[in-house]
Structures are given as C-alpha cells and as structure tokens.
C-alpha cells in the first residue's frame, strides 16, 4: 500500500580515504575570500567521477588541482594549473570535460594532465561562473553556469552543448543553478538550485525546447541542494548542504538520509562499487571521501557519454 509517510532510514557513511596532509597547505585564497567567507582553506573537493579503471576523480577548486584516487585510497595530483575547477564528467572518449568557475568549460587529457580551454564564453559573453555538467546518453553535455546568483539575482543559466556544437540556453532566471542529471528517458532534466532550496523539473519537447519548468522536490533546512544523481529505480539522490545526503524514490519522497560520521560538508555524490549501490560522496569541509551503501544502484555509474 502507497504510503507518503515512510519512514526514512538513516545511513551513516564512513571515510574512504582523506587528501593526504602532503596536498595541504591551508591558506586564504582569492577564491575563498568569496566563496568561504575569507576563511582560510586546504582544499575544497568536489566533481566525484569514476573512469573505466574504476579510478575515483575529484576536483580542488581553490588550488586548481585534479586528483586521481585509486581503489585503494591511494591519491596522486593528476594535473594542476591556473583556474578554479567545479565539476567533472569523463566524454566516451576518454578526455575529462571541466567546468571551471574562472576560466569556463575546459578538457583535461587524463593521461598527460594537460587542461585546454574548449568553451570559455558563451554568445561572446563571459560565463558568470560555470559549476557542475552532465553528459547525455547522445552526447550533448548540459551545465550550469551559477556564479554569485542567489534569491536577489536569480539570473544563474542552464546551458546544453549540442554534439554537433550548437549552444543552447535553456533557462537564464535560476537562483544558483547547481548538480544536474537526466531521468531514466532523458526527456527531463533535474537541476539543483541551491538558494531556492529546490530541484526543478524540466521537461523537453520533440525539438529539445525545455517546457513546463517545475519544482520536482522542496527542501527545508540547511542551505540547499548541491550534486545529484539519479539511480537505477528511478529514484535520486540530492546531496543537501548542511543536512546530509537524501535519497528520493520516482515519486520524489525522501527514503533515506546519509550522514556523515563528523560535522562537514557533503557535496558531491558518484555511484560506484562491485554492485554499484556505494556512493562516494566529497566532504567539502573537511578533505574526506566518504561512503556509503544504498539499497538501489546507480542509473549511470560511470557518467561517460556514450
């Protein structure tokens, strides 16, 4: 029997493995003077991605560095260089696509850590400051360009770049557009939108033209989504900042609530493990790669275009 008022276990997640104290420096950066308060920083992880080699990638905005994790926690700086990296997602064709707050949409060569820019404006405009990505399974990559957007200047813009390199800008009124994914058809895309403490719902037409835009989920508390992913049922998983981690059914009822085993901030999700219901999440706040188990497996573990 239907019953919306399940009750909502509780998962705790453990640590998988932390940046190790050789990665930290802790410092003030130009990027945490913004973003962080001014509050002095060793690293702020995100972008989650697993490769083919079942290796586990993450992004350290304020430094600019990407590292490669290995199945046994063993971490190296697999490329460094001058920007502020934000998400991360691997093409089918083995190059990592970066979103890049400073510098826009950039590509790394995983195996000679070169970063290249590939899209640093849009419509001859500078981007306001670009944050996560997600690939179709056709090979049009959407991202969300979030800035300092927020309540009081809801401009934050959801971009698709069509595979044949067409640019589309399918919404420009979002208050902190943040993670995004598809659901199971592709023919709706979920987007966190961080100050609003929502996700939206956007439903595509025949031609690809966004229509409908709803509200799929309404949190409270905290400070608002962050990454998702969808899983295998149908179901998401929201990492809500200040909260935990929620996992939602298809009718976007919470399930479940990961937490973490101290006071941090869970930012990011990847799906990954034997069985693919482990979710390594980044502990922004304090350097951690936490895990868990789920119940239900991941939709894409990998996120590779294919």
Not at 274 to 296: C, E, M, Q, R, Y
């Amino acid at each position: 029997m239907f019953n919306p008022f399940q009750k909502i276990e509780i998962i705790q997640a453990e640590v998988f493995s932390s940046l190790p104290s050789k990665f930290r420096n802790i410092q003030q950066t130009a990027w945490s003077a913004s973003n962080r308060q001014g509050i002095e920083v060793d690293s702020f992880l995100e972008g989650p991605s697993f490769d083919r080699h079942g290796n586990l990638w993450v992004v350290d905005i304020p430094f600019g560095r990407i590292f490669r994790i290995d199945p046994y926690g063993q971490w190296e700086v697999a490329a460094q260089y001058t920007g502020w990296p934000n998400g991360l997602k691997f093409h089918k064709d083995g190059r990592a696509f970066i979103t890049d707050y400073r510098r826009g949409l950039m590509t790394l060569d995983t195996v000679r850590g070169d970063v290249k820019p590939f899209m640093e404006t849009a419509y001859s405009e500078s981007f306001k400051g670009l944050n996560d990505l997600h690939f179709a399974p056709n090979g049009d990559l959407y991202f969300t360009d979030q800035g300092q957007t927020g309540i009081a200047d809801p401009t934050g813009r959801i971009f698709r770049l069509r595979a044949n390199g067409n640019l589309d800008r399918l919404v420009s009124n979002a208050p902190s557009p943040n993670g995004l994914t598809f659901n199971a058809v592709t023919n709706q895309l979920y987007v966190a939108v961080t100050r609003s403490q929502q996700i939206w719902r956007l439903p595509f037409m025949a031609d690809g033209t966004p229509s409908k835009v709803g509200v799929a989920i309404q949190l409270s508390g905290g400070t608002g989504p962050d990454g998702i992913e969808l899983d295998a049922e149908g179901g998401m998983v929201v990492c809500h900042l200040g909260v935990g981690v929620w996992r939602y059914d298809h009718r976007a009822l919470p399930t479940h609530l990961i937490v973490g085993p101290s006071e941090g901030l869970m930012t990011n999700v990847a799906f990954g493990g034997v069985d693919g219901k482990t979710v390594f999440i980044t502990d922004s706040l304090n350097g951690h790669i936490l895990k868990a188990h789920l119940p239900v497996a991941g939709g894409s573990i990998f996120g590779l275009a294919s």
